[in-house]
């Protein structure tokens, strides 16, 4: 990835582009052949809403709940990552499976709906997102730099980021919210009150806890505690994947203009809709 030149690192598939490295045309045809079952559980997130929050949450919440401690955690990648082979693999993986994905719903593998597995759906205020991803860009090798930043604002606004829009993506999550098989949980909620996240997620996929075991998960998945152990278990500055973890990091960032162009967007698009309502910033 590090020799790749920026220009080649995504390329663009019916509109939306995405990492020519770890998402090549292949791997992203072979993922509409993916069977689910019923009993898989499913985490979506637009990249930098928390996924990989929600994926330590769901595993720990697996793990506590089953008694078992199968999963891998960091070993466990988004399926449009695993390339035609690795996803033959997952037929014999054992239930219940845990799977991952950045994927609009129009392009996720069309058996995560006929299946009726449990989908999470992890959503964040767009501009929080937006800085995310411009330092995430700038730190992964696997992405191009994001350049300046008044560049990269109007990338994600015009959907120009890999995984393409993020509007394209709330609106279409929200269309799905009244389906009994999505539930949506907001960053902003999860960090207001972590314990309730984690027992409505548990509640979700029939993995029931105890109140103590709903008040350790939620105190081991804190920012703080997630990013000590990462950097315990990497002995390192931690992953790429821990920032800053807070609500509002934006007003670091935009200026008036943008922020105003941005809630002019989010009017457009989600105002008057549930998940616009929960998405406040
Ligand atoms: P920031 O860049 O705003 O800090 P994703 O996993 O979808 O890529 O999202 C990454 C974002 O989630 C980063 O946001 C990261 O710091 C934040 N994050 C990671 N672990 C977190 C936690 N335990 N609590 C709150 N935020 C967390």
């Known amino acids: 990835a590090a020799q790749m030149k920026d220009e080649d690192k ?23 052949e993916l069977e689910a079952r019923e009993d898989d559980l499913i985490l979506v ?3 930098k809403c928390g996924f990989n929050w929600m994926l330590s949450v769901l595993s720990k919440i697996l793990n506590a709940s089953t008694g078992k401690n199968e999963i891998q955690l960091e070993r466990l990648p988004l399926v449009e990552f695993l390339p035609p ?13 845990l799977l991952g994905t950045h994927l609009h719903p129009n392009n996720i593998p069309p058996s995560f709906f006929t299946k009726k597995p449990k989908i999470l759906v992890v959503f964040r205020n767009p501009k929080d997102t937006l ?4 330092h995430f860009m700038n730190k992964n090798p696997v992405l191009p730099n994001a350049g300046p930043w008044d560049k990269f604002f109007s ?3 015009a959907g120009e980021v890999a995984w393409g829009s993020y509007f394209d ?21 999860l960090k207001q009150n972590l314990s309730e996240g984690v027992k409505n997620i ?5 993995l029931p806890l105890t109140d103590e075991q709903v008040s350790s998960i939620a105190g081991e998945s804190t920012f703080s505690a997630m990013l000590e152990n990462s950097q315990k278990s990497h002995g390192n500055t931690g992953s790429i994947f821990f920032r800053k973890g807070e609500v509002g990091d934006w007003k670091n960032h935009f200026s008036d203009a943008q922020s105003k162009q941005m809630d002019e967007l989010f009017q457009a698009k989600l105002a008057g ?9």
């Open 85 to 97: 082979d690795v996803q033959e693999k997952l037929a014999e993986m054992p239930p219940r499976r």
């Open 131 to 134: 800085v995310s991803y411009y």
């Open 45 to 47: 997130a637009y990249p």
């Open 202 to 206: 548990s509640g979700f996929f029939s």
């Open 169 to 189: 993506h709330a609106l279409a999550w929200e269309k799905r919210l009244d389906d009994p098989n999505v539930m949506i949980v907001t960053y902003e909620e």
């Open 273 to 281: 809709t549930n998940l616009g309502a929960r998405l406040k910033y």
């Open 10 to 32: 995504l390329y663009k598939r019916e509109g939306i582009l995405y990492s020519s490295i770890l998402s090549p045309p292949e791997t992203l045809d072979k993922l509409q």
């Open 155 to 157: 990338d994600f606004m």
